[in-house]
């Protein structure tokens, strides 16, 4: 490929680092790395930059912070006026006015846009990346903020030369919601972290931080918000013998997300007796550990485009318990166990079936979860982006 100058959305590369932001900046970094002939050029805070390693390195480096101090009460009110609904819609006009009038160097050929829509509708050729349809599926489970946002979204999928997403579910699904053409849309799927296939026992400094001990806990990962379905999970939790749950706390970990989380009456008392830790946003580092050291790895959400910490927990070798909703099949393929994402007696019974198994401890399990995880690799994903780009401008005529 000649070279080819593609201005991306650098918005997502913002602390906290979840789902939108690690797939933005592992994707970006391994494209710099296999793709030179490429140059970048990201836009974020009303301006574009150059993106090189550099650029996502100090990114990264801010994102990475976990157990952040306590936040001065001038910072907490300055934070809550920018979620008000006439703030955010301003900023928004405000990036979409950057983003027109303040290209990022001449000659850019397409606008790769990684928070699903671009700032503004402009001459530059779009590509959207949508994960997933979650906010026209279940609009109820997302804030009214960003249903707005995205009211572009069918629009610029419409107008997009190619679109990009992370699994076949989410393909099918922007095929039957969206009315796009499936021979348009393409299939990126995540990677895994090189921090989650270092080959080494966890850190017994982390566990002890968290007052855990190896193989002594279950986790569940993931924003706390109300597809995370964590009310069932608890509720199966809940009717363990006690002695299985004085054994095996159930630890949450994940930042705080939006909306109301429906806990069970019997989520009080568990967190009183220590039995239901809400841990927040780890470090990378921190979250490997636990992975590896964790009996068991949780994740009952209800829809997601992908489910990205399925193949982080058999990247480290843990054993992992998950619904049978959305795209995660395709993360866990046959090596996860599935439950319906709402049946709390068979949640129940699957976590009864693990305790009593040597699941968690088999060599030759792990080995097979941490082979099938090295399948999502990001180099590929940068090769299968170049022939996203391709296909765009094959669009384009």
Not at 143 to 172: G, K, M, N, Y
Not at 315 to 340: F, K, M, Q, R
Request: proline letters at 8%.
């Amino acid at each position: 490929m000649t070279l080819l100058r593609v201005g991306v959305d650098a918005r997502p590369l913002c602390a906290p680092y979840t789902g939108v932001s690690n797939y933005t900046l592992n994707l970006l970094r391994a494209l710099l790395v296999h793709q030179p002939s490429i140059d970048f050029y990201g836009y974020h805070s009303y301006r574009w930059n150059l993106l090189d390693e550099a650029f996502l390195h100090h990114r990264s480096a801010a994102g990475a912070e976990a157990r952040p101090a306590g936040v001065s009460p001038v910072a907490a009110g300055l934070q809550s006026l920018k979620g008000l609904p006439l703030i955010r819609g301003a900023a928004r006009l405000m990036q979409g006015m950057a983003y027109s009038v303040r290209p990022g160097g001449r000659g850019l050929a397409l606008f790769h846009a990684f928070q699903y829509v671009a700032p503004r509708q402009s001459t530059l050729p779009t590509i959207p990346v949508v994960y997933d349809l979650s906010f026209l599926r279940h609009p109820a489970w997302h804030p009214v903020s960003r249903l707005l946002a995205l009211l572009p979204l069918a629009e610029q999928c419409r107008d997009a030369p190619v679109v990009h997403t992370i699994s076949a579910f989410s393909a099918a699904e922007i095929q039957s919601l969206l009315g796009v053409d499936r021979r348009r849309i393409h299939i990126i799927p995540p990677g895994v972290g090189s921090a989650f296939l270092a080959d080494r026992p966890p850190q017994p400094t982390t566990l002890a931080a968290f007052d855990l001990r190896a193989d002594g806990f279950f986790l569940a990962v993931g924003t706390l918000e109300p597809r995370k379905n964590l009310r069932t999970l608890i509720q199966a939790y809940a009717r363990l013998p006690l002695s299985l749950r004085r054994r095996w706390p159930l630890c949450v970990a994940g930042p705080a997300g939006w909306g109301d989380m429906d806990l069970p009456p019997e989520a009080a008392g568990l967190v009183e007796l220590g039995m239901l830790r809400f841990l927040g946003y780890l470090a990378i580092d921190d979250l490997r550990d636990l992975y590896g050291a964790a009996r068991l790895v949780l994740y009952p959400s209800l829809y997601e485009g992908f489910g990205m910490p399925v193949i982080e927990a058999m990247a480290c070798g843990a054993p992992v318990l998950c619904s049978d909703a959305a795209a995660i099949p395709e993360a866990g393929g046959s090596l996860a166990t599935y439950v319906s994402p709402l049946d709390v007696d068979a949640w129940t019974q699957a976590l009864m079936q693990v305790v009593d198994s040597s699941a968690s401890k088999d060599r030759d399990l792990r080995e097979r979860r941490r082979a099938h995880a090295l399948g999502f690799r990001w180099s590929l994903g940068a090769e299968r982006a170049v022939g996203l780009y391709q296909a765009a401008l094959e669009g384009l005529g």
